[in-house]
């Protein structure tokens, strides 16, 4: 179960090195990029940059600059955002940001606890309870629509009210972290309570000694803005994808092969419906196809175990160099040689 860290507990995390300089994402490019000083940034990515059509090299360099700073200082932002919350958002529905098991679906809560019980196998889980999209890619009906409704609602009130938040990663624009919109409680119990015996029967190589931090955010999908996301995996062990809502078509979320697998012909799309999660390893590719019109509200909790991803950084492929992080970091706990 989740370090009593993420609930202010006595348990540490930290970041690997990596997550100042790698994977910087180049939104008009669609490349990510790795950026360790100049001359090695535009060795390795001057002329990719140029056949995609770039026109000014000191943009592009000052994006990525701005990017390693925003990184550099996220952690320090993240407290005040979340402290300037705290102490001046008025929230429009209160009651969300409790956990409750009746703003789940039954079926839902009776998947979880199958799960927890460990009396069926997987296969049998499965065919009870999951629509399978693809190679260990499932949905099933999470969130009641009361509950998703006020949450959109919450999500326009925030946006309107709060000018200072942290977006959620470089390819995300439209989104808001859930420390700073004070719905953590919700977040830690409901895997805690939930999300956690799934994530170990079903992916329990990923699970590994259980899942102890998490990564949380709201996502947007909207004409003029987030529209698509990229080709990526996530940083993770698990992800579970709940879709708010609302009105919308297109936004299909795709997946391929396993990150390190090479081209198998893996294919297959989910498609959003209000209240319905979709769950998958975090190290699956996937990207999300263009939004054809509407807005798409979703919920995203990256699922850590620090007993895996201790042993080789997802990001960066090597035994991770921890950087100290205020919060839960990206997962990562010690003892692991160096620490800055």
Known sequence: LLSSSTSGGMNKFYRCECFVSHNVFLKDFRLHVKFLNEKQFWTDY??????????????????????????????????????????NYQPLHPEIFTFKF?????????????CADGLLSKSQIIKRYLNTIGTEVYTIRALRREFCAKMVAELDHYNSKVLERTRPNTMNT??????????????????QQLLAPISRTFFPEWHGDGIDSHKSFTLKYARGQDTELAYHYDNAEVTFNFCLGTQFSGA???????????ETGDYCEAEHETGVVLFHRARHMHGTQPLLSGTRYNLLMWLRSSSVRNKLCPMCDSTPKLLSSLHMGDGFTVPYKEVT
Do not use: H
């Open 252 to 262: 299909e979320v795709y997946f391929t092969q396993m990150k390190g697998e090479g």
């Open 174 to 191: 439209s989104g808001v972290v859930v420390e700073e919109l004070g719905l953590l409680e919700f977040v830690n119990s409901s895997i």
């Open 46 to 87: 001057d002329k990719v940059l140029q056949e995609r059509g770039m026109k000014d090299r000191s943009n592009v360099l000052s994006q990525v600059q701005t990017e390693v700073k925003r990184r550099l200082a996220l952690d320090q932002t993240i407290a005040k955002n979340t402290e300037y919350s705290r102490k």
């Open 102 to 114: 009746d703003w789940f679906e039954p079926e839902f809560l009776e998947f979880s606890e199958v």
